[in-house]
């Protein structure tokens, strides 16, 4: 059936075809969020910090605490788990990116495909707040 060479050519199609998969899949873009900045100095400011960690004490900790902080047993066990913001990443992460998984949790993509459990905190708390709890996973990351 096949003469000579007559049969590469799908193979080399479908060689290519790989390629591209591949590829696609290794080069996973990072999402698209809006840019917005905290008023200047306030992520630093001590009082934004103690504010922003009482609202973490409240609306976080069962899923983001330490277990000293009160973290549930259920947490890691979430597919993906919940992070506790202690890695040094959090330090310098930008912080619009934090705002807006703040805001909108597991309502947008790719965490919604990916099962998170993340609430959208955007409807229950104000802006100033949300940037409170910027300053406090700073805080929390030692930055
Ligand atoms: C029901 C459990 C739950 C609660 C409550 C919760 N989160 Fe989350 N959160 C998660 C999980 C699980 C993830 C990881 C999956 C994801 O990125 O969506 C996450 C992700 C995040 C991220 C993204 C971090 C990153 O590296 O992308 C931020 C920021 C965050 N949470 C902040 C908060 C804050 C602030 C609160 C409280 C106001 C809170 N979360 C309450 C479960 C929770």
């Avoid at 809006?34 to 922003?52: I, S």
């Avoid at 992070?83 to 705002?99: E, T």
Wanted: with cysteine.
């Amino acid at each position: 059936m096949c003469a000579r060479g007559g049969c590469n050519p799908p193979l080399r199609v479908t060689a290519l075809l790989l390629c591209v998969l591949l590829l696609g899949a290794c080069t996973e873009r990072p999402p698209a969020y809006p840019e917005r900045q905290a008023p200047r100095g306030f992520l630093e400011d001590p009082a934004q910090r103690a504010a922003g960690a009482a609202l973490f004490r409240r609306h976080c900790v069962a899923c983001h605490g330490t277990p000293a902080e009160g973290r549930s047993g259920r947490a890691d066990f979430f597919q993906p788990p919940a992070m506790d913001f202690s890695a040094a990443i959090y330090r310098s992460l930008d912080s619009a990116y934090l705002y807006w998984r703040i805001e909108t949790g597991k309502n947008v993509e790719p965490f919604a495909a990916r099962g998170s459990v993340m609430p959208a905190w955007g409807p229950h708390l104000s802006e100033e707040q949300i940037w409170q709890l910027v300053a406090h996973i700073r805080a929390r990351a030692g930055g």
